[in-house]
């Protein structure tokens, strides 16, 4: 999603975003049954899937992760927006709360409002205003109550009442300290250019927004080139002693091995050996190539580097 001034292509992206709530709200996350299960107000519901970890469900369309220390609390992505998140993290957590956008899409930064600082990469501050604001709110909010007729939630319908959340600016390096637990930032460039995923060595675990999924999109406008983010995979790679686990923005955990599987999914379609499928969304056609469990719908005027 490239970030553009012209109001016309502001409103094809707001259009975009909420086509993708409509189709992402219609399937629940896999349940498992050895994970604690949290009911929240209808909309949320939360599972502990490591050590004072939870992966807070927003209603199926994307993953929200609570991180507990000892004397703070990381919220690590704020979903669609539609619904009380804040309030819905008070009863996990009695900790102070910091948030921080793992990159600037709609799906992963819709609830920044309800909170007074939001940390992010700069690089995906312009992407991240857009798509936090009053405007994108009302019509993700028209779609998904379409989407989910009769659904009772305490839907936040109107944001105009909520102060603009200050963007706190972090890069490569900066460590979230929660007290006797650290997770460090990483830049992780490809998906949009100002993408990060956050580190916690200790616990050996990668939360990782849309750079990890088992489907990544490399095809919309404003990615990076495929190679570039084969750059991006090969680095966080050679950083795999220090994670076992990864927890991506949509989707179960996964093995650490995953990312090899993208490399070379990355590799073949720069080679030339998969030449790629047809793949259509609601976003405009791609191709797409998968190994092993990894996929990767890319555009192929965007692959190499200049």
Known sequence: MRVNNKPALFLILIILSTVLISFQCKSKQNKNDNEPLQEFTGWFEAKVVADRVWRISDHGSD??????????????????????????????????????????????VGGNFQFSEVYAQPMDFELT?????????????????????????????DTTAYKTPVLLPVKAGYIFDLGNRKLEVIEVPGHT??????????????????????????????????????????????????????????????DKSFINDQIVCAQKIISG??????????????????????????????????
Not at 74 to 101: F, Y
Not at 131 to 155: A, D, L, R
């Open 129 to 157: 205003n857009q798509f936090s604001g009053q405007t994108n709110h009302e019509h993700t909010i028209q779609v998904t109550m379409k989407n989910n007729p009769g659904f009772v939630s305490p839907f936040i319908k």
């Open 63 to 108: 993953n929200i992760y609570l991180v507990e220390g000892d004397e703070k609390a990381l919220l690590i992505d704020t979903g669609i927006g539609v619904a009380d998140l804040a309030g819905n993290v008070k009863t996990i957590t009695k900790l102070p709360v910091i948030v921080v956008n793992t990159h600037g899409h709609p799906d992963h």
């Open 193 to 254: 250019k100002g993408s990060i995923v956050l580190l916690d060595a200790a616990n050996k675990l990668l939360f990782t927004g849309d750079n990890n999924n088992t489907l990544v999109w490399l095809f919309l406008d404003g990615c990076l080139p495929l190679e570039a983010y084969l750059q991006t995979l090969q680095k966080l790679n050679e950083r795999n002693a220090e994670f076992d686990h990864i927890l991506p923005g949509h989707g179960d955990v996964l």
């Open 273 to 306: 050996e998969c030449k790629g499928e047809k793949y259509e969304s609601f976003a405009g056609p791609a191709l797409k190539c998968t190994y092993q469990s990894a996929s990767i719908a890319y555009n192929p005027d965007n692959i190499f580097m200049k």
